[in-house]
């Protein structure tokens, strides 16, 4: 059984930073694509950020230039790093990869953390 926790989570003021972590833990044999999400109140959920095992990397343009999604592979832990928020960025951020167990590969989610940016 694969579990991700997510940590770093909080409230911050417009201008400051955060850095979310998110850990990946069980039967894994590979990871390939590390991603985040985040969902404000009355949206849907969209990508912010997802890296693939070759580093690639993709951000949405409202991030683009303030957040920096990373990953260390022998922890199976995603980063991303919040420079510059905005109100706009509040919402709950949930971390997602595609895990490989037993031949299989498979999407999983982490619980979610508030991130709330307000004076």
């Known amino acids: 059984q694969v579990q991700l926790v997510e940590s770093g989570g909080g409230l911050v003021q417009p201008g400051g930073s955060l850095r979310l972590s998110c850990a990946a833990s069980?039967?894994?044999?590979?990871?390939?694509?590390m991603g985040w999400y985040r969902q404000a109140p009355g949206k849907e959920r969209e990508l912010v950020a997802r890296?693939?095992?070759?580093?690639?990397?993709k951000y949405a343009d409202s991030v683009k230039g303030r957040f920096t999604i990373s990953r260390e592979n022998v922890k199976n832990t995603v980063y991303l790093e919040m420079n510059s928020l905005k109100p706009e960025d509040t919402g709950v951020y949930y971390c997602?990869?595609?895990?490989?167990?037993?031949?299989?590969?498979?999407?999983?989610w982490g619980q979610g953390t508030q991130v709330t940016v307000s004076s």
């Open positions: 997602n990869m595609i895990i490989t167990t037993n031949n299989l590969g498979r999407n999983y």
């Open positions: 069980g039967n894994i044999f590979s990871i390939n694509v």
């Open positions: 890296i693939t095992g070759g580093e690639n990397t």
